[in-house]
């Protein structure tokens, strides 16, 4: 399974961006799916999460408010409000081995590769 990310760009603080992840070969219609982030120097921290039907989610403390996962059967989408230039860092989607959850990196099955997102001040 290969997970494309895009919908990464420039944006000024307080703009949106909206994200989206789909799979090539296979669908992840059954798996839950995180979006995580990383920023220059720091490690991978969790943003969002969705279980496999789209009725549980689960979110960062940080984003909280901000951003919204949703999903359908091809796609999950991350849309981002309000952004902050701390929210600059590469996200990347990930499916999940399970249905729910999606916020554990130990039950990442498949990651995807990344799409930058860039806030200015």
């Known amino acids: 399974v290969q997970l494309q990310a895009s919908g990464g760009g420039l944006v000024q603080a307080g703009g949106s961006l909206r994200l989206s992840c789909t799979a090539s070969?296979?669908?992840?219609?059954?798996?839950?799916v995180g979006w995580f982030r990383q920023a220059p120097g720091k490690e991978r921290e969790f943003v969002a999460s969705?279980?496999?039907?789209?009725?549980a989610t689960s979110y960062a403390d940080n984003v909280q408010g901000r951003f919204t996962i949703t999903r359908d059967n091809v796609k999950v989408y991350l849309q981002m409000n309000s952004l902050k230039p701390e929210d600059t860092a590469v996200y990347y989607c990930?499916?999940?081995?399970?249905?729910?959850?999606?916020?554990?990196?130990?039950?990442?099955?498949?990651w995807g590769q990344g799409t930058q997102v860039t806030v200015s001040s």
């Open positions: 070969k296979r669908t992840f219609s059954n798996n839950a």
């Open positions: 990930a499916v999940s081995r399970f249905s729910y959850g999606g916020r554990e990196v130990g039950n990442i099955a498949y």
């Open positions: 969705i279980d496999w039907r789209g009725s």
